[in-house]
């Protein structure tokens, strides 16, 4: 059984840094693209960034660009976003996701249940 689990929210100053992490099981973790996702309340999920899964390629969405960092420790199982310089708009419910390994396409298959990041003006 696939589990993402993810960690390290919490409540931040505005320009201030987190670091949230996933731990994964169940899965042969370096197989898959690994990515975050946000949702603020009232608001669609939306992509923050990915991971291929030998960790040389990363994506990240323009919002966050320049602020984000996504890293991944295969030994671990671990993918990490760190985040500096934060704003009250980056302030959500971050996913944690897998890329099915089996399509050329991106097709998210696997959720975490959130963590919250709350930045405080």
């Known amino acids: 059984q696939v589990q993402l689990v993810e960690s390290g929210g919490g409540l931040v100053q505005a320009g201030g840094s987190l670091r949230v992490s996933c731990t994964a099981s169940?899965?042969?973790?370096?197989?898959?693209?690994m990515g975050w996702f946000r949702q603020a309340p009232g608001k669609e999920r939306e992509f923050v960034a990915r991971?291929?899964?030998?960790?040389?390629?990363?994506y990240y969405a323009g919002s966050v660009k320049g602020r984000c960092t996504i890293s991944r420790d295969n030994d671990k199982n671990t993918v990490a976003l760190q985040m500096d310089r934060l704003k009250p708009e980056d302030t959500a419910v971050y996913y944690c996701a897998a890329d099915s390994p089996a399509t050329a396409r991106l097709e998210w298959i696997y959720w975490g249940r959130g963590t919250q990041v709350t930045v405080s003006s």
């Open positions: 991971i291929s899964g030998s960790g040389s390629t990363t």
């Open positions: 169940g899965l042969t973790f370096s197989r898959y693209t």
